[in-house]
């Protein structure tokens, strides 16, 4: 390897990190943007995602744009149909967890549990195999879930448990995605995602009684929010456009001290000592199986 080649492998590195915390800024804000909208302005969750996607959709459309109609030719409609339904509830249950109200930083720990759910899949549904240690990093990930959980706790609420079948289900969700990148393209994928995303949201708003956001300052919070979100998972498509996904996962998992931060500043939330020991297990076994799918990839 040459001096030219490590230094432009270095910038290519020190990029994909930059966009991977830049989108983890972007979250940690459309995160507390939605969460004020729906538990401080009283805007129901429902209408609330619905407006939140509607508005990056907008925001999205010269992607939609780019990738052109033909990605949507496809012989596995079904499969589409369940990633993008498994991916619109996971974001119902997050945002009506945010409304609930859990506080921000319980529900993005327990998001974070996600990659758990998708080793389970994948040794149940997709059959991959699944060493020892990767299943002991699954259960030492779902300790560090349980930990932050506290059931046992007087403070538990049941609505504390809406983070983790959102994990469950953007889990799911992922297995879809990588089943259907078995014959199709990741653009069609995405291009599925942007397009359905939205209706199905729409109806899930409607049966649950549609509603505007009532007030200037909801509207400009369902705008920051929907505007975030897009720039957000472009960036975040960047980073891994320009690095490997192992490289950047610590910086992704600087999203829990981003939305910590966003937390208390607006709400005043101090979280718990046993926050931070339930998330560094959760981070140590989650860095663990991204480690062991790059050296089994």
Not at 154 to 175: D, Q
Not at 288 to 296: H, L, N, P, S
């Amino acid at each position: 390897m040459t001096d030219a080649t490590i230094v432009s492998n270095s910038k290519a590195a020190l990029t994909g990190a930059f966009w991977m915390v830049f989108a983890g800024v972007g979250f940690a804000l459309s995160n507390v943007s939605i969460q004020y909208l729906t538990m401080t302005l009283g805007l129901a969750s429902p209408s609330a995602t619905f407006w939140q996607y509607f508005v990056s959709l907008v925001a999205m459309a010269p992607v939609v744009w780019r990738i052109g109609f033909s990605g949507l030719k496809t012989r596995r409609l079904g499969l589409h149909i369940l990633r993008v339904g498994l991916a619109a509830l996971g974001v119902q249950l997050w945002v009506a967890a945010l409304a609930y109200p859990v506080p921000i930083w319980q529900a993005i720990a327990l998001l974070m549990t996600s990659p758990f759910f998708v080793t389970i899949g994948a040794a149940l549904v997709l059959g991959e195999r699944v060493t020892s240690r990767r299943w002991g990093a699954t259960l030492l990930g779902f300790i560090g879930g349980m930990i932050i959980l506290a059931p046992w706790s007087e403070a538990f609420v049941w609505g504390a448990l809406l983070p983790v079948a959102a994990a469950v289900l953007w889990g799911s969700s992922i297995l879809c995605m990588k089943k259907l990148e078995e014959e199709e393209s990741p653009q069609s994928v995405t291009l599925y995602l942007l397009l359905f995303l939205s209706p199905i949201n729409l109806l899930l708003a409607l049966g649950a009684g549609f509603e505007l956001p009532g007030t200037a300052m909801a509207w400009w919070l369902v705008i920051a929010a929907g505007l975030l979100g897009a720039v957000a998972n472009s960036t975040l498509a960047m980073a891994y456009a320009r690095t490997d996904a192992a490289y950047l996962q610590p910086f992704d998992h600087l999203k829990l001290p981003l939305n910590v931060l966003c937390g208390f500043i607006v709400f005043g939330w101090v979280p718990p000592g046993n926050l931070w020991l339930g998330a560094a297990l959760i981070i140590g076994a989650s860095l663990f199986i991204v480690q062991a799918e790059r050296k089994t990839g």
